[in-house]
């Protein structure tokens, strides 16, 4: 099997160009989608027979958490790769999803709790499902911290990348606590193979978040690894004649 | 095996390993994580009666009565099988009605479970209020459906609303 298209795309300059091309795409798109489903969460969709207006933050938190797992498995798979074929722009895609995945974590826990307050009537409880998504977190500083521990680059990246690959576990943790364990967190509406448990007037909005969280961390990502090149390939030749 | 095929079985190994022991871990840990026990679990002396647990079931339909002049309220929990009649003293979360999922952590005092804390387990359907009106028959004669094979002493008449 022959891998040289593999490595072209994985050459810095490269990739830099790529990145620049694609990043004001993804962002534009994803700022258009996000206002849009704003409008239409906010404003256009009916208030829940339950809940009220209260149910809104849906719009926020369900597609954070979404986005705060995807994150994560896009990490542990560029650390992967990067491990197996010796990849450094791999290790850097990886270290460039961590700091928004760990946002994004952060934003689907406070929403949750928020949310949490006045219909459960707690800000947190220990079940399987928070738990694991507070994990995550950790998992996402954990990752972090590793690796501005290191002063050699390479060492950094193949310790972080074993630490993503060992928590990428909790992902289906995460995802299948609400099914495997009696949690406080309902089971998911969205995500299962029957018909969705959320009105299709609640669901539209909801799939256009998602797709607009989606493009702006294909835009932070994009933006974010173009910076790591920049700091990894601070003296190489390419840069000095672009510059 | 080139080093880039064995970088690769140990990247595999890593992510096997880890999921093997997990597994193993959350069967051993498996009651720990239950976050609470059903109304048919306590009857059936599984729940600790010395400590503290949690209870969870549905608010039977008709049994929420609020004592007059203070906050206590007493209601019944229902898991369709069993009951389990709680009381309890405080402000209750604004999903808490009839019929409705929640979760009240406490002790059991007799045949009593006396709550220091009711929260409200919200399900997974979202939809609007005309949507929710339209779906009520269809509803109760679901919950009425699921209640039928239980014993005809325990199980609360769920479509008398």
């Known amino acids: 099997m022959s891998w040289t298209w593999f490595h072209k795309l994985a050459s810095p300059p490269h990739a830099y160009r790529i990145l620049g091309t694609i990043a004001p795409w993804f962002g534009w798109a994803s700022l258009a989608l996000i206002l849009l489903a704003t409008w239409w969460g906010l404003v256009k969709a009916p208030a829940d027979y339950q809940q009220g207006d209260g149910f809104r933050i849906l719009y926020v938190h369900a597609p954070s958490a979404w986005m705060s797992m995807f994150a994560y498995v896009v990490m542990a798979v560029a650390a992967g790769v990067g491990l197996v074929w010796r990849i450094k722009l791999a290790h850097a895609a990886a270290a460039a999803c961590a700091p928004i995945g760990a946002s994004f974590t952060f934003l689907a826990l406070a929403t949750g709790s928020i949310w949490g307050k006045p219909m459960w009537g707690t800000w947190w409880v220990w079940d399987a499902r928070l738990t694991s998504e507070l994990l995550l977190l950790f998992l996402y500083l954990g990752y972090m911290a590793l690796r501005a521990s290191f002063d050699d680059p390479q060492r950094a990246d193949r310790a972080s990348a074993v630490l993503a690959l060992v928590g990428v576990i909790n992902v289906p943790i995460i995802h299948y606590s609400v099914n495997w364990w009696s949690t406080l967190h309902q089971p998911a509406s969205v995500t299962k193979f029957d018909k969705p448990s959320i009105d299709l007037a609640m669901l539209i909005p909801l799939f256009i978040m998602i797709a607009g969280f989606q493009l702006y961390f294909g835009w932070a990502v994009s933006r974010r690894l173009r910076g790591e090149i920049l700091r990894r390939e601070r003296n190489a030749n390419w840069l000095k004649e672009a510059a | 095996m080139t080093p880039r095929?064995?970088?690769?079985?140990?990247?595999?190994?890593?992510?096997?390993?880890?999921?093997?022991?997990?597994?193993?871990?959350?069967?051993?840990?498996?009651?720990?994580?239950?976050?609470?026990?059903?109304?048919?679990?306590?009857?059936?002396?599984?729940?600790?009666?010395?400590?503290?647990?949690?209870?969870?079931?549905?608010?039977?339909?008709?049994?929420?009565?609020?004592?007059?002049?203070?906050?206590?309220?007493?209601?019944?929990?229902?898991?369709?099988?069993?009951?389990?009649?709680?009381?309890?003293?405080?402000?209750?979360?604004?999903?808490?009605?009839?019929?409705?999922?929640?979760?009240?952590?406490?002790?059991?005092?007799?045949?009593?479970?006396?709550?220091?804390?009711?929260?409200?387990?919200?399900?997974?359907?979202?939809?609007?209020?005309?949507?929710?009106?339209?779906?009520?028959?269809?509803?109760?004669?679901?919950?009425?459906?699921?209640?039928?094979?239980?014993?005809?002493?325990?199980?609360?008449?769920?479509?008398?609303?």
């Open chain 2, 5 to 161: 095929q064995k970088r690769m079985v140990t990247v595999v190994a890593i992510v096997a390993g880890v999921g093997i022991a997990t597994a193993f871990a959350l069967k051993a840990f498996n009651q720990n994580l239950l976050y609470y026990y059903s109304p048919t679990q306590v009857h059936a002396g599984e729940a600790p009666a010395s400590r503290a647990i949690r209870v969870g079931g549905l608010v039977e339909n008709g049994s929420l009565k609020r004592q007059p002049g203070s906050m206590e309220v007493t209601f019944i929990l229902t898991d369709y099988r069993q009951t389990v009649p709680v009381s309890y003293t405080g402000v209750l979360p604004d999903l808490f009605r009839e019929g409705q999922g929640v979760i009240a952590r406490g002790k059991m005092d007799g045949n009593r479970f006396v709550a220091e804390e009711v929260l409200a387990k919200h399900d997974e359907n979202y939809m609007p209020p005309e949507v929710a009106d339209s779906l009520k028959p269809h509803m109760d004669a679901a919950n009425s459906a699921t209640g039928a094979p239980a014993t005809a002493a325990a199980t609360p008449a769920p479509g008398s609303t």
